[in-house]
């Protein structure tokens, strides 16, 4: 499947967020705000596709996300890396990312975080699954970084409105 | 047979539910004075408290007189259904018998109710993280329940021969996940009115009915 227009409708996106804020900082926040958005309704398809069962640790949860979810939505396999010693820190590392194809960030935009939907999706869906995280790009090829690097730290599980049979 | 489909949210409010066969058990009769059943009200109907005959049960309703279906306990035009048919100048008249059929408020309350038998289910289990309620089983129906991992249940009542239903809850949570979640209008744990998720269901109702007690390809 042809993945152009999945690039350009984010861009287009990208641009006319750009123009309605004027300011990168909104923009990222905007960006995260429509992932959040997307990620708590996407874990129900992801969940209903893949069959995968819960998670019982943050390595399980991040083998999840980079071999199922990312190969399922954006057809890439990021490697895991970077684990904290307590094992609540890890990073991703994606060689290519499919959202900033034939992208280029202008002077003028060099705080956006082209890809900062993909931070709410990931928040999004976790905290469905009862997992408080914070995500964030730590590098971007975009900015002349030689990878592109997504930190997730686990930050609690969320305790309130357990589904039954969690506690 | 499949009868009916729940789903619930997160908090235990039903969103959806839709009735996809009930068996038909009403039963339509003339009757002359005196009335050899005895009626009785319950709750807002009237019912048969005594006097089983034709089909005629213990416990069926009053759905309509002469035709009009009645109010709960009043006629369509208002009267007491008690007294109507107290009164001999008013026979000979036809009644319909029933089993009374749940009001939406109703299900959403029972709905409600087995969200906390299901939460009680968990609480009683000997093992940590056990599924819940899967299965409820009575000599007419199975109801079975699946509850994702983000605490929706999806609940399907069918008849207790019917296979295949692990199945169709999975499916029906795909179809959750592409025809309300995909669609932007539709709020998270709101009630679902969305037409395309309703067709797909109702799609799936069938496949899975078409399949027969042994399974699909049967």
């Known amino acids: 499947q042809n993945s152009e227009l999945f690039t350009l409708t984010y861009g287009a996106l990208v641009t006319q967020l750009c123009k309605d804020y004027e300011n990168d900082d909104d923009v990222n926040k905007q960006l995260d705000k429509m992932g959040y958005n997307i990620g708590v309704r996407l874990i129900e398809d992801f969940l209903a596709r893949s069959n995968v069962g819960r998670c019982h640790d943050f390595r399980e949860t991040a083998d999840v996300i980079a071999k199922i979810a990312f190969k399922m939505y954006l057809g890439i396999t990021p490697s895991i890396t970077n684990w904290s010693p307590a094992g609540d820190e890890f990073s991703l590392i994606l060689e290519n990312n499919p959202l900033v194809d034939f992208v280029e960030l202008p002077d003028n935009h060099s705080t956006l975080i082209y890809s900062n939907l993909l931070c709410g999706v990931l928040r999004g869906a976790l905290e469905m699954v009862q997992m408080a995280v914070d995500v964030k790009f730590v590098q971007d090829t975009l900015k002349g970084d030689s990878v592109t690097e997504i930190r997730m730290k686990f930050i609690r599980r969320i305790e309130d409105n357990l589904p039954a049979g969690e506690e | ?218």
């Open chain 2, 1 to 218: 047979a499949i009868f009916s489909v729940y789903v619930v949210n997160k908090a235990g409010g039903l969103i959806y539910q839709l009735d996809h066969y009930a068996p038909r058990s009403d039963t339509e009769k003339t009757f002359s004075f005196p009335l050899d059943l005895v009626l009785r009200p319950h709750d807002e109907r009237v019912v048969v408290a005594f006097g089983q005959r034709d089909g005629i049960r213990v416990g069926h309703a009053v759905l309509a007189i002469n035709g009009a279906e009645v109010n709960g306990r009043f006629t369509a035009d208002g009267k007491d259904v008690l007294e109507f048919l107290s009164n001999p100048a008013n026979y000979p008249v036809s009644i319909r018998f029933g089993r009374h059929r749940l009001s939406s408020n109703e299900k959403l309350m029972l709905a409600s109710m087995f969200h906390s038998l299901f939460a009680i289910g968990s609480q009683l289990s000997p093992e940590v993280g056990s599924s819940g309620i899967e299965m409820l089983e009575t000599d007419t129906f199975k109801l079975h329940c699946f509850q994702t991992l983000t605490g929706i249940k999806f609940m399907v009542l069918a008849d207790p021969k019917q296979t295949g239903i692990d199945a169709l809850l999975r499916k029906i949570y795909e179809i959750y996940s592409d025809f309300a979640l995909k669609n932007p209008f539709y709020s998270l744990e709101m009630p679902i009115r969305c037409e395309l998720f309703d067709q797909n269901l109702k799609l799936a109702l069938e496949v899975a009915e078409k399949a027969g007690p042994f399974g699909p390809g049967s």
